[in-house]
């Protein structure tokens, strides 16, 4: 990765239910529209991810988490900017999903995920979580 390109450090909740697993779908008006992710979102200068991923989820979805071990990692490269991922395991404490800043939402089976198209760096991590689950 070039040092002179944006970096954008985001983290994301695998939030995990009866086996199935929290997709959050990109507003219309968002970078990469009505693409499907784990929820979350970029984290601010001097936050820490944690922090970071308790006040995404509850700006996005009016929903309280905690957050526990960091399970996945990636690097990715788009056109104009590059994306360090992180990607921890949640839990619902309180709070109804509501698509506050969300388009949709769905959970879905870890077999399920290939039907819904995620950007490329959510790709790398779907990739990994199929291998954590096998």
Do not use: N
């Not at 959050?24 to 970029?42: I, Y």
């Amino acid at each position: 990765m070039d040092d002179s390109r944006r970096k954008i450090r985001v983290v994301a909740g695998m939030i995990e239910k009866d086996g199935r697993y929290l997709i959050t779908q990109r507003r219309p008006v968002a970078t990469l529209p009505l693409l499907w992710e784990f929820p979350g979102g970029r984290v601010e200068e001097g936050e820490a991810d944690e922090a970071a991923l308790i006040r995404e989820l509850k700006e996005e979805m009016r929903i309280d988490v905690s957050v526990g071990d960091r399970v996945i990692h990636v690097e990715h490269s788009y056109a104009d900017y590059d994306i360090d991922f992180r990607v921890y395991r949640c839990q619902i404490l309180a709070g109804e999903i509501q698509h506050v800043r969300v388009h949709d939402h769905r959970w879905v089976l870890p077999g399920e995920l290939d039907r819904y198209e995620f950007p490329a760096a959510d790709e790398k991590t779907m990739r990994k979580l199929l291998e954590l689950d096998r």
